[in-house]
């Protein structure tokens, strides 16, 4: 059982990433998906989620209407999408799962892939 998370990188402000959130040994579709993320000497904060029940999402403040969080089925992964970045969204990014279906925003993550490093400067 796994959770692996890629696609980060060094890119300019303005510019985009997408991150992807691969799960194996279970099925993504069932649980809800968080992405997270921690900059160097802050807290970490959920940045983004989908809940399995409905698709419903979360985005905090700081990250709508630039990032987008989806699921893709066939491969069993999730994904967040993140254009106009900017030098505060650097951080390690993290994805995480919960079996709480229901809603995803502060719901109980119990299992977590290793984070993948956003660095967002010119």
């Known amino acids: 059982v796994q959770l692996q998370a890629s696609g980060g990188g060094l890119v300019q402000p303005g510019g985009s990433l997408r991150l992807s959130c691969a799960a194996s040994g279970f099925i993504l579709d069932l649980y809800s998906i968080g992405w997270f993320r921690q900059a160097p000497g802050k807290e970490r904060e959920e940045v983004s989620c989908i809940s399995s029940y409905d698709g419903s999402t979360y985005y905090v403040d700081s990250v709508k209407g630039r990032f987008s969080i989806s699921r893709e089925s066939a491969k069993n992964t999730a994904y967040l999408q993140m254009n106009s970045l900017k030098p505060e969204d650097t951080a390690v990014y993290y994805c995480?799962?919960?079996?709480?279906?229901?809603?995803?925003?502060?719901?109980?993550?119990?299992?977590w892939g290793q984070g993948t490093l956003v660095t967002v400067s010119s």
């Open positions: 995480a799962s919960s079996r709480l279906r229901s809603r995803c925003q502060g719901a109980p993550y119990n299992f």
